[in-house]
């Protein structure tokens, strides 16, 4: 859907006489200070929040900075079934639209929904107010109609170790959807899509039950779980459960396969904006133009193999495998550098967790362009959904406007994001250090690993994310 910007940025400029900003800048933006300057403050203020992280935070401070709000038993069951409700809604139009619809991918609802308003919209929504994936997740309601049908919603409860990883699996094939195949821009391809889903889920929770299936195999469950974990708001005992951001994530301490999860999301992400910089193009060309590769090349794609599509899968497992041996190297580190007064295991699932308001703050930098503007594609799409000439609340004639979000304005939401994510990280890690170390000399010395890899983390992400609006 994303690669559709360029063909929205061409159609709304013979509209709009406004320079084009999406991922690709019709013009570039010139910094006012040389862009060394910006990431040397973006990693001074990330190391000034590890400073401020152990001035100001204590033991056990955190989850105690928390207000419940009662809610009556009357109203919260209401409202959940009202999220139920609209998410099934919502499910059935994305699978008509997408079948009966028009065939382009920015004039059908299936296809700017799902990656413009869910992927990206939907998934900061959770991350930044709260999580309503979990109440309304209509996969998980759509599962549970058809087992209770077919006679097999008993309370089968099966766990297994590779359910973790079967997540892990399934985030980057979502990855791979989005970033690399064609079916993400064909609605019809988009609906068999989730209709195969679906049946995978199906089969998943009738063998190991729904409980099961959809608390650790599922990725779609685990992500929206996890970005959840970073909301102000929460699901209380009796209500609602107001807290501060990330502070869900204390005390998490997951898996290896979850903790694999999360590094993912970042590197994911991080693939996605690699892509779209001159090293990547620079790697490409090197490729194309290699001697040794060329045969191999070519015998690849006699045999019907599409070599960019290759390429770009190789490069997003690349990324994956390295982000996760990064996080192993820092994870070694900090192990040492408390004396291995904790396992490595510990070490490396225990502070996991504190890496996902980097996922999120990347996330929010790199596509806040994008929602930008390809979310006004919605406004002509509800009022003729089917693309029979309709007219139904009046924007059918709306075309997308490319001042709504500039090169300046997006790469000042890109940076401030970026060190409020790390710095953010920063806190979240503190505070798991205390909690899984009871000394706070050794808390101190576990973080400072920690801090080097947060200040690298955000000079690469930030220099990645500045090449398309800079370069």
Not at 239 to 262: I, M, T, Y
Not at 293 to 301: A, K, N
Not at 389 to 409: H, K, M, P, T
Request: glycine letters at 10%.
């Amino acid at each position: 859907m994303r690669r559709c910007l360029p063909g929205i940025a061409a159609l709304a400029a013979t509209v709009t006489p406004a320079p084009a900003s999406a991922h690709a800048f019709a013009e570039r933006y010139d910094l006012p200070l040389p862009l060394g300057f910006y990431l040397a403050g973006a990693g001074f203020a990330v190391a000034l929040s590890f400073l401020g992280s152990f001035l100001l935070v204590r033991p056990g401070q955190i989850p105690r900075l928390q207000i419940d709000i009662r809610v009556p038993a009357v109203l919260s069951g209401a409202a959940r079934s009202a999220v139920r409700a609209a998410a099934v809604i919502l499910m059935a139009a994305v699978i008509m639209t997408g079948l009966a619809g028009p065939p382009s991918p920015t004039q059908n609802f299936a296809t700017v929904f799902v990656w413009v308003y869910w992927w990206v919209g939907f998934a900061l929504f959770t991350a930044l107010a709260v999580d309503l994936w979990t109440t309304g997740n209509p996969f998980r309601v759509v599962t549970e109609w058809v087992l209770r049908a077919a006679g097999l919603d008993g309370v089968r409860r099966v766990l297994s170790p590779i359910f973790g990883w079967i997540a892990v699996a399934g985030l980057l094939a979502v990855a791979w959807l989005e970033l690399i195949s064609d079916s993400a821009e064909n609605p019809r391809a988009l609906v068999a899509v989730i209709a195969g889903y679906v049946l995978l889920l199906v089969a998943g929770a009738a063998r190991a039950g729904t409980a099961s299936w959809f608390g650790t195999a599922d990725p779609l469950t685990r992500l929206f779980g996890l970005l959840g974990r970073m909301a102000p708001l929460a699901p209380g005992p009796d209500g609602l459960r107001v807290r501060l951001p990330g502070s869900g994530l204390v005390g998490l301490s997951p898996g290896v396969p979850e903790a694999v999860f999360v590094i993912g999301l970042i590197a994911i992400v991080l693939f996605d904006g690699l892509s779209e910089t001159p090293f990547w193009a620079a790697i490409l060309d090197w490729i194309t133009r290699s001697q040794g590769l060329r045969p191999w090349l070519l015998d690849l794609r006699e045999a019907g193999i599409d070599i960019l599509k290759l390429i770009r899968t190789t490069g997003l497992i690349a990324t994956m495998l390295g982000a996760v041996l990064a996080y192993l190297g820092l994870a070694t580190a900090m192990w040492l550098a408390v004396r291995r007064a904790l396992p490595l295991r510990a070490v490396f699932t225990g502070f996991a967790a504190s890496l996902m308001p980097i996922a999120v703050a990347y996330h929010l930098a790199h596509y806040v362009s994008y929602l930008a503007l390809a979310g006004q594609l919605m406004v002509p799409i509800v009022s003729d959904p089917f693309g029979l000439g309709w007219d139904l609340f009046g924007g059918a004639n709306v075309r997308v406007s490319l001042g709504a979000i500039s090169a300046r304005q997006t790469w000042w939401i890109a940076a401030v994001s970026l060190v409020s994510g790390h710095g953010l990280s920063v806190l979240v890690a503190h505070a798991e250090a205390l909690r899984l170390l009871p000394d706070r000399r050794l808390a101190i010395l576990s973080q400072l690993p920690m801090m080097v890899f947060m200040v690298g983390l955000t000079l690469l992400s930030l220099w990645i994310l500045a090449q398309p609006i800079v370069a």
